[in-house]
């Protein structure tokens, strides 16, 4: 079992930066993918960001790729989101998920273990 906690969200500006944070306990999260999701009000939740078990491949959404930096510190058991250039569509619950696999997951249905998601809002 892999407990997985975000931090890091809040009000910014648009233009502004974030970076959020995934926090695993109960397992090493060494030998799984990893991946960012969000959900906006009334809509479904959608994939952001990916990146491997060793951290070597990471994979984009497009609306995020060039702005959000997903990586990861084994080590420390915790999964990283830089984000930046930030718009008020990027405003959404984000949460952390952990798959059971070494290599990228985009879909919802692949993440084994999901967080609670923490509140991003970017203001106009």
């Known amino acids: 079992q892999v407990q997985l906690v975000e931090s890091g969200g809040g009000l910014v500006q648009a233009g502004g930066s974030l970076r959020l944070s995934c926090a695993a306990s109960g397992s090493t999260i060494s030998s799984y993918a990893m991946g960012w999701f969000r959900q906006a009000p009334g809509k479904e939740r959608e994939f952001v960001a990916t990146?491997?078990?060793?951290?070597?491949?990471?994979y984009y959404a497009d609306s995020v790729k060039g702005r959000f930096t997903i990586s990861r510190d084994n080590a420390k058991n915790t999964v990283y989101l830089q984000m930046n250039s930030l718009k008020p569509e990027d405003t959404a619950v984000y949460y952390c998920?952990?798959?059971?696999?070494?290599?990228?997951?985009?879909?919802?249905?692949?993440?084994?273990?999901w967080g609670q998601g923490t509140q991003v809002t970017v203001s106009s």
């Open positions: 990146i491997s078990w060793s951290g070597s491949i990471p």
């Open positions: 998920a952990a798959a059971s696999a070494q290599n990228i997951r985009v879909m919802r249905y692949e993440y084994d273990y």
